[in-house]
């Protein structure tokens, strides 16, 4: 195995993770922001009030992404699976 190798697997990983990861953390961010701002204008510092609709937020948005997100993993496994024969010459 190369340097180049490894390095190149190495950077598809961690952009495979951060594309799988994105709409969650977007979402997840989104709504924060939004319940903050409504927290701001009506002065209500009710924790519940934040924690709530994000974890709903983020539940629909794993349960709406999940084929996307198993897919775009199967294909990087697939992917790396058929380059370990490069890995052992």
């Known amino acids: ?10 950077q ?14 977007l979402g997840g961010m989104t709504v924060g922001l ?15 009030l934040t924690f709530i609709p994000k974890m709903a937020v983020v539940i629909l948005i794993i349960l709406f992404m999940m084929p996307w ?7 990087f496994t697939r992917n790396m699976y058929s380059q370990m024969a490069l890995i052992s010459k």
């Open 12 to 25: 598809q990983t961690v952009k495979t993770a951060i594309i799988v990861a994105a709409p969650i953390l």
């Open 1 to 10: 195995m190369t340097t180049e190798f490894a390095i190149y697997w190495g």
């Open 69 to 75: 997100m198993l897919e775009t993993l199967t294909d």
């Open 34 to 48: 939004i319940v903050g701002i409504f927290q701001s204008a009506t002065s209500i510092q009710e924790m519940t």
